[in-house]
């Protein structure tokens, strides 16, 4: 019984940081049909940006409450300045390209990033340890958990309950699903579709960083973490279906289930259950989990 509480407890948490870190992946990819690779540097990002700015805010002695505060603008930070820059700046000029071209343009985007990263922040670990124990912990039958697991589950669902009451819900989030369907049409009928493909790009940019964010007080904040991180929200991404958030949501569930069996169980399978997971559901389900019907042009 306990150890079946851990596991599912485990796979919670763990599917709650898959789902932040793909949500905006899988948004990006649905509107504007570009697989960033650059959304694992634009998590790293986030981690180095709040670990820097609220490990200034301790270090003069301010409330470490506060830290919070700044970590949420950390990630707005990344994303409001970032996500224009390089929308405008790089992707722009690349629509109407074939989807390899884009692939490879973020690929070389996210090396850049990446070394970018080394010469401001150089290629020591930096830490955040204070917001993750300022919450003190909870136990549940002799377990241990800290509280920040609360806000990293209440983020996600809050991230995921966002984006669904903003696509169905509000009249810029309609005009989105209508730009997904067809931005050809959707251009044709007045809409601005360069417009909704900035707020796209940038509300991905800001959900990669709230991801880096988030995760900056639970480990070593150090150069790699970009890497590793867009290999797990491309398999969910795949697994869910490209495009589809409920699908990102369930994924993400199902693979931090199997990931969290398979570290209490067998542990040296632990990488290789995320992969087992998609090879699986990609042999019955080709498109993924979600995956919609695309259009046919005659």
Do not use: C
């Amino acid at each position: 019984m306990i150890s079946f509480l851990a596991i599912l407890i485990d796979g919670l948490i763990y599917s709650s940081w898959l789902f932040i870190i793909a949500a905006g992946l899988t948004l990006i990819y649905g509107v504007m049909k570009i697989l960033n690779i650059a959304h694992g540097s634009l998590y790293a990002l986030g981690a180095y940006t709040a670990a820097s700015l609220s490990g200034l805010w301790l270090s003069m002695g301010f409330a470490p409450i506060g830290s919070f505060v700044i970590m949420l603008l950390s990630a707005i930070l990344v994303g409001i300045i970032l996500g224009p820059i390089i929308e405008r700046g790089l992707l722009r000029f690349m629509y109407g390209r074939d989807e390899i071209v884009l692939v490879l343009v973020t690929y070389a985007l996210f090396l850049i990033l990446e070394d970018v990263i080394k010469l401001i922040w150089g290629v020591n670990p930096y830490y955040l340890y204070q917001p993750y124990a300022l919450l003190g912990s909870f136990e549940i039958l002799g377990l241990t958990y800290p509280n920040y697991n609360f806000l990293l589950l209440g983020s996600a669902v809050f991230t995921g309950l966002s984006l669904t009451w903003f696509l169905q819900k509000t009249q810029q989030g309609k005009i989105l699903i209508a730009v997904i369907h067809d931005s050809e049409i959707a251009a044709a009928q007045g809409i601005n579709v360069e417009k909704f493909y900035l707020i796209t790009f940038t509300l991905g940019a800001t959900l990669a960083a709230l991801g880096g964010v988030l995760t900056a007080p639970m480990i070593s904040v150090q150069p790699g973490i970009g890497a590793e991180t867009i290999v797990l929200a491309f398999a969910v991404v795949v697994v869910g279906g490209l495009g589809s958030l409920p699908g990102a949501a369930l994924a993400a569930l199902v693979i931090g289930l199997v990931r969290a069996g398979t570290v209490h169980i067998i542990p040296e399978l632990d990488l290789f259950s995320v992969y087992l997971v998609m090879a699986t559901v990609l042999i019955f389900r080709p498109k993924g989990l979600f995956s919609s019907q695309e259009e046919r042009k005659i």
